[in-house]
């Protein structure tokens, strides 16, 4: 396999001996035991379709479902001829319980301003919602995007589109024009709802320009929704473009939720991945509201006066699943905060666990890293005692990190799990269920219901204890995504052509003699930037298309506070010269600031096999600073990598 990228991040993992054992106080009050763990694991393996019919009749259908899941490879249908709707069950179904007073969201601006919306409130909205874009002609199947702040209109719109069984693709406020403009083409957008701008440090982002400029390249576009947040007056474009208030305020707030096939489509969300354009993830509504209704329960140890405050972006997964769909389907109480977590200075998030009295946060390794740099003092000065369970995702957490979140955020009294899983696998795969098992700080943990993990290696031979490989699952799961936007074939090929028979994760990983998995980070040629997926292969696009560059390699590099960060070795077109603020100009206006370079090597060559493939692991040794290790003898030109290693980066 290729080696993981941050190795010396890995090296701290798999020293680590280290076992927490669940605090006393959590593990008396847990929902899920030990031995309550291994009972359903071992049902959920032994008799999949008792197990899950369980989980999905606590949920409400319209039809029932006649089979719980038909499986022709790699083809999955869950819950097959039921008839339900996601928004349905997490917004109606809670009010008709007796919830419609309780608090769904608890929304805060990053200029201090507070929006509540009991479950009724919610409702109301999204059946508002659901009826101004069918005025505005959107069709059941017809896809909508979404290019917005984190504001509740965000969740508003993604719950209307469910409601109306629209299926959206939420792109990241951050990305720029160009990859707006493509994931609405790949997916034929008929709606684009958007915000006139985003508060983000102090200052706005104007989201409405990008949007205009991106509908100006795509085709399918027939309207704009904007949302206006930052009351900044862009121009609107008279017959396509509406303010979402004013829509909302012409459409009635009745509206029945559509029932939809339990494999009607509910989302697209598009993630990096080793070749070419971004892929888009598709899920479908049964499915997917199984897994996350489950695990958010499950993992979160879910209680009924829980603030639930999941800290991701609705741009990514996490968002979605944990912000969104998860707690709304379990009638939780979610908080949802717009901006950066150092604004106005470094203990705003601190800030936002004392005031509302959040009692689980679920939030990124890089996060915590970039938190536990301002020291300890700053934490000290909230009250931080609400806080009853701690979780991370998106990248491996190295133990030091860990230990400061369980003793300076959780006062030793909260556990703090880890959960591995994917934009592709719609919920959490893997971690330790926060009463139930020990922690291992740095290894992720234990399968969850259903799901079958091996490590196996690239010829699928299922490897022991302790052996490092690949990971893969071994069955289908509810909430898989579906297939590949508009690209079946590079479903198959990516997820279940690389070792026959099983799911490919991407990552390579081990699992230790009681069943932990550590996973270890991507193999294949995607970074994992503050807990963001990029593929080199979209940056280096990127650069080559700069006049001064001609040709472009990019690798990762280990960082202290993102994980990994993104070096690119270019060559310069002819007699150019490479100016390198205007080429992070460049590639941030092209993909979004998360892509641009940190480091830029201006090279006169790349090293490359006789065959043309450019050998990354090499730049990786460079980029990271280390003497070059391994085989040479397959480059072209053996003395490039000396060249590269004295040519200094900029
Ligand atoms: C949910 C999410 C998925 C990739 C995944 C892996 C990495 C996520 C992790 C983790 C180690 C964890 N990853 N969680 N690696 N430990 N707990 O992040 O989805 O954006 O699709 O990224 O992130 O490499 O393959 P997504």
Known sequence: MTHPTSSDHIDNVLHETRVIQPPADFAAQAQVTREEYDRRYRQSLDDPDTFWAEVAGE??????????????????????????????????????????????????????????????????????????????GVQTGDRVTLYLPLVPEAAIAMLACARIGAVHSVVFGGFSVSALSDRMNDAASKLLITADAGLRRGGLVNLKANADEAAGKTPTLEHMLV????????????????????????????????????????????????TGKPKGVLHTTGGYMVGTYLTTDTVFDLKDDDVFWCTADVGWVTGHSYSVYGPLLNGATVML???????????????????????????????????????????????????????????????????WYARVIGGDRCPVIDTWWQTETGSIMLTTLPGAHPAKPGSAGLPMYGIE???????????????????????????????????????????????????FAGDGARRDADGYITVMGRVDDVLNVSGHRLGTMEIESALVAHPSVAEAAVVGRPDDIKGECVVAFVLPQGEQTVDPAALRAYVTREIGALARPDAIYIADALPKTRSGKIMRRFLRQIAAGRAIEGDTSTLEDPGVLDRLAETPAV
Do not use: C
């Open 453 to 503: 993990p091996a490590i196996m290696t690239r010829a699928g031979e299922e490897l022991g204890p302790n052996d490092g490989g690949l990971l893969v699952i071994k069955r289908p799961w509810p909430s898989m995504l579906r297939t590949v936007y508009g690209d079946d074939e590079r479903y198959r090929k990516t997820y279940w052509g690389e070792i026959p028979h099983v799911y």
């Open 59 to 136: 949920l409400t259908w319209m039809t029932p479902w006649e089979q719980v899941l038909d499986w022709q490879e790699p083809h999955a249908r869950w819950f097959v001829g039921g008839q339900t709707n996601i928004a349905y069950n997490a917004l109606d179904r809670q009010v008709e319980r007796g919830l419609g007073g309780k608090r769904a969201f608890v929304w805060e601006g990053e200029d201090g301003e507070v929006r509540t919306f009991t479950y009724a409130e919610l409702l109301r909205e999204v059946k508002q919602a659901a009826n101004a874009m069918l005025a505005l």
């Open 337 to 403: 905060y717009e901006g950066a977590p150092n604004h106005p200075d470094w203990g705003r998030f601190w800030a936002i666990v004392q005031k509302h009295r959040v009692t689980i946060l679920y939030t990124a390794p890089t996060a915590i890293r970039a938190l536990m740099r301002q020291g300890d003092a700053i934490p000290a000065q909230y009250d931080l005692s609400s806080l009853r369970l701690l979780g991370s995702v998106g990248e491996p957490i190295n133990p030091e990190a860990w230990m």
């Open 227 to 274: 949302v206006n947040r930052a009351g900044s007056n862009p121009p609107m474009q008279p017959g396509r473009d509406v303010w979402w208030h004013e829509a909302l305020a012409a459409a009635s707030d009745e509206h029945e939720a559509m029932p939809l096939d339990s494999e009607h489509p509910l989302f697209v969300l598009y993630t990096s991945g080793s």
